[in-house]
T-cell receptor, first 110, second 114 residues
Framework: KNEVEQSPQNLTAQEGEFITINCSYS?????LHWLQQHPGGGIVSLFM???GKKKHGRLIATINIQEKHSSLHITASHPRDSAVYIC????????????FGQGTRLTINP | GAVVSQHPSWVICKSGTSVKIECRSL??????MFWYRQFPKQSLMLMAT?????????EQGVEKDKFLINHASLTLSTLTVTSAHPEDSSFYIC??????????FGPGTRLTVT
């Protein structure tokens, strides 16, 4: 079974800072998901990646398959980026269902 | 982008009653739908996986007679919580998967059982 570890669990930063959230997993995967959950509860899928790097606006996700590690970066952070960021991977290679990390609670202060 | 809706967004019901939650993929066909449950400040826990036209596969520890899942079409899955109990109060989230590995999440339904 795939174990997913995120760090840090909580992160508080000032507006404008560069943010990095890390995710490590134990089993080879087909794709890794980064999700965002705002206080209201709804989940937004930010990225799905299986290799390399993806960028969307101020968000960048990278993955290193050999090291079983992914990072989510936020440039020029803003208070509206405050949310819980969750990394999710399949429990087994080729599976479609997901196992979730415990989440990183990000707070950006103005 | 792909959109998944859930209805209702929140519901309050009395103990012993049943409540149905709908999950719809609005602009794509979902080969698989997943139902998750989330308690406050905890991560999502997969309850069951459903494929259109076949019985749902439940995760260990999830009562299939209590959480009835129907996946009637490629765009609609429903979760019915039967004989609801206060301990069923939770945030229920569905996601819809395509034939690849993409998954798109619904906004969630907050259930409160009084």
């Amino acid at each position: 079974k795939n174990e997913v570890e995120q760090s840090p669990q909580n992160l508080t930063a000032q507006e404008g800072e560069f943010i990095t959230i890390n995710c490590s997993y134990s089993v080879g995967i087909s794709a890794l998901h980064w999700l965002q959950q705002h206080p209201g509860g709804g989940i937004v899928s930010l990225f799905m990646l299986s290799s390399g790097k993806k960028k969307h606006g101020r968000l960048i996700a990278t993955i290193n398959i050999q090291e079983k590690h992914s990072s989510l970066h936020i440039t020029a952070s803003h208070p509206r980026d405050s949310a819980v960021y969750i990394c999710a991977v399949p429990p087994l290679q080729g599976a479609q269902k997901l196992v979730f990390g415990q989440g990183t609670r990000l707070t950006i202060n103005p | 982008g792909a959109v998944v809706s859930q209805h209702p967004s929140w519901v309050i019901c009395k103990s012993g009653t049943s409540v149905k939650i709908e999950c719809r993929s609005l602009d794509f066909q979902a080969t698989t739908m997943f139902w998750y449950r989330q308690f406050p400040k905890q991560s999502l826990m997969l309850m069951a996986t459903s494929n259109e036209g076949s019985k749902a596969t439940y995760e260990q520890g999830v009562e299939k007679d209590k959480f009835l899942i129907n996946h009637a079409s490629l765009t609609l899955s429903t979760l019915t919580v039967t004989s609801a109990h206060p301990e069923d109060s939770s945030f229920y989230i569905c996601s819809a998967g395509t034939s690849g590995y993409e998954q798109y999440f619904g906004p969630g339904t907050r259930l409160t059982v009084t």
